[in-house]
């Protein structure tokens, strides 16, 4: 399995962004599909996730802000990020979990500018 990542740039605050995961087959199959990020000198943090039923979750400090969201004809998550704030910055992971065995795409950066 392989996730490819897509769609980070330099952005102003207050802008959007859509990131894009594909998967390398169906995502059917998959448990759960999500987004991490990690910005310089911090852990890596969870952002959102969708399950393989439709039901998403999201980070306290995202809600309302980033859609989390599934083509399956394109074997595609996306993640629509609104209101993009500087605490926003990071390098964005999407991640899969098959069976209990998790994988990870490549990371996007994404800037926001104040």
């Known amino acids: 399995v392989q996730l490819q990542a897509s769609g980070g740039g330099l952005v102003q605050a207050g802008r959007s962004l859509r990131l894009s995961c594909a998967a390398s087959?169906?995502?059917?199959?998959?448990?759960?599909m999500g987004w991490y990020r990690q910005a310089p000198g911090k852990q890596r943090e969870f952002v959102a996730f969708v399950t393989s039923g439709g039901a998403t979750n999201y980070a306290g400090s995202v809600k309302g802000r980033f859609t989390i969201s599934r083509d399956t004809a394109k074997n595609t998550v996306y993640l629509q990020m609104n209101s993009l704030k500087p605490e926003d910055t990071a390098v964005y992971y999407c991640?899969?979990?098959?069976?209990?065995?998790?994988?990870w795409g490549q990371g996007t950066q994404v800037t926001v500018s104040s």
């Open positions: 991640n899969a979990d098959r069976h209990g065995t998790t994988y």
């Open positions: 087959g169906s995502i059917f199959g998959f448990n759960y």
